[in-house]
Nanobody, 123 residues
């Protein structure tokens, strides 16, 4: 049984930082590309960042590039999202997900999902 469990969300003021974690179990973690998505109220779920199984390829959407950093620790079966200089526009539920594609930008390309963690940024 595959499980992805996110943690690290919470309430932060604009300009602050958070680090999200996602711990995976039930899969061969280093065989998967890992991605972080977010979904704000009334909006679609969107990919923010991804990191390949070999850790030599990372991708970011323009809205988070330079502010967010994705990383992974295969020995701990964990992927992280470091979020700096947060703004109210970053308020959303954040999800981690896994994909067997080396390049995965669509939700349909991710096979397993966590339950999400809430991030709220106040102004």
């Amino acid at each position: 049984q595959v499980q992805l469990v996110e943690s690290g969300g919470g309430l932060v003021q604009a300009g602050g930082s958070l680090r999200l974690s996602c711990v995976a179990s039930g899969l061969t973690f280093d065989s998967y590309t890992m991605g972080w998505f977010r979904q704000a109220p009334g909006k679609e779920r969107k990919l923010l960042a991804s990191i390949s199984w070999s850790e030599d390829n990372t991708e970011y959407v323009d809205s988070v590039k330079g502010r967010f950093t994705i990383s992974r620790d295969n020995a701990k079966n964990t992927v992280y999202l470091q979020m700096n200089n947060l703004s109210p526009e970053d308020t959303a539920v954040y999800y981690c997900a896994s994909s067997l594609f080396s390049v995965a930008t669509l939700a349909l390309e991710y096979g397993y999902w966590g339950q999400g963690t809430q991030v709220t940024v106040s102004s």
